[in-house]
């Protein structure tokens, strides 16, 4: 039984990949990067998903709102640009 054992050890050894292959390495970077792609993706749509939901539940004021923002486009603009900043900036600090 030892002697099975010493052998399985020896055969799994040599099977494991070397952490100096650069094929190996980038196997994993790979992997890592896709989760990370995939996690950015699903937060992405949840929060399209949560964006279009509350557009529908408030459709029916948008009426006036899109008046007023069709008769204030340069004070919409500079609000819609500052919230993207914003958001792009807080995402930047949470990434770093």
Known sequence: METLEK???FLMANRAPSTH???FNLGVMARI???R???ELMRHLLIALAAGTILFLLSPGLDTT???IHENVLETLWVIGTAL???QWSL???EA
């Open 7 to 9: 052998q399985l050890t």
């Open 21 to 23: 292959d650069p094929a």
């Open 33 to 35: 990067e896709k989760r």
């Open 37 to 39: 792609v995939h996690r």
């Open 66 to 68: 899109l008046q007023v």
């Open 85 to 87: 900043f914003l958001m």
């Open 92 to 94: 930047d600090k949470m």
